[in-house]
């Protein structure tokens, strides 16, 4: 019997330290780096108003830009220009030379990317709408990155609790009946 019960105890701590692993994972969790295309990537054929549709984009996501270097390239343009495919004046040149780019949604906003050298014509444009995460319960305006984590935390933790206790409880049981 205490030999038993050291496992239990061994078992719960063990339960406890995956916990605290997973809470610790969570705010990662919560930004999302989407890869634009999916397994296409960026590239001809694909038609990214389609990509985009029924996405949410929220602040603080990434958009992982994978393309053929030596034809491509990754330019945020206003409005007008995304719609007249004009790559003469970019607002930003997310192109490093390595056809893998990254560009971070740090603003809430409508951002547009085609890629210059006539492909834009092709079809290669996209046009998101970043969002502000959903509102946490207790929203401070003041500390909205922060709120954000804490409302992660709010959603995540009665289900890993539950959980916890549940096999808790059930370790509890099994020993007793032994
Ligand atoms: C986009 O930029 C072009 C050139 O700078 C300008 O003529 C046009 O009015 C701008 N469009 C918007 C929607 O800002
Ligand atoms: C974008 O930047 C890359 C890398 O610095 C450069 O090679 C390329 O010419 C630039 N393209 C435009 C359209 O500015
Ligand atoms: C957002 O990211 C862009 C590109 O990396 C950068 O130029 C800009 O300063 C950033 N804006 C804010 C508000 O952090
Ligand atoms: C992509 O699909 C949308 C919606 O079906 C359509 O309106 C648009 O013309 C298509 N774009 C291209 C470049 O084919």
Redesign the pocket.
Known sequence: MEILRRRVDGSVLLVAAALVVLLAAVPEVSATRWTVGGNMGWTTNVNYTIWAQGKHFYYDDWLFFVYDRNQMNVLEVNKTDYENCNSDHPL?N?TTGAGRDV??L??TRPYYFISGKGFCYGGMKLAIHVEHLPPPPSASPLNEKSSALRSTYIGHTPFFLTAVFAIAALYEAFAQVW
Request: net charge neutral; proline share 0%.
């Open positions: 930003h997310f560009v971070h740090n603003v």
